[in-house]
Nanobody
Framework: QVQLVESGGGLVQAGDSLRLSCAAS???????MGWFRQTPGKEREFVAA????????SYANSVKGRFTISRDNAKNMVYLQMRSLAPEDTAVYYC?????????????????WGQGTQVTVSS
């Protein structure tokens, strides 16, 4: 189990870039890490995931080519670099973790979650 805290959210204009960070209170070098997002009218949806060794990376089709997930195990940090942001990307973004499960991409596969950080993209 790890405790996760997201940061980096904010208000940006369409076309801008933003980087979200996720800091863990414990070591997560053996965990697959993921990013999810949620809006009031939708369930929490998968955005991206990266395995412990960084050998397996997955993206939702809606963000592929625009978002990049990365991790720095030495610093217990995970990042989500978002580019070409659009209003449709507006949501609360959550960091999640699960030990092992290299190919995890669904909500039920992740055990630990952060509190979320708001990203708002204006037109």
């Amino acid at each position: 189990q790890v405790q996760l805290v997201e940061s980096g959210g904010g208000l940006v204009q369409a076309g801008d870039s933003l980087r979200l960070s996720c800091a863990a209170s414990g070591r997560f070098s053996s965990y697959t890490m993921g990013w999810f997002r949620q809006t009031p009218g939708k369930e929490r949806e998968f955005v991206a995931a990266i395995s412990a060794s960084r050998g397996t990376i997955s993206y939702a089709n809606s963000v592929k080519g625009r978002f990049t997930i990365s991790r720095d195990n030495a610093k217990n940090m995970v990042y989500l670099q978002m580019r070409s942001l659009a209003p449709e990307d507006t949501a609360v973004y959550y960091c999640a973790a699960v030990k092992g499960l290299t190919r995890a991409t669904t909500r039920g596969e992740f055990d630990d979650w952060g509190q979320g950080t708001q990203v708002t993209v204006s037109s």
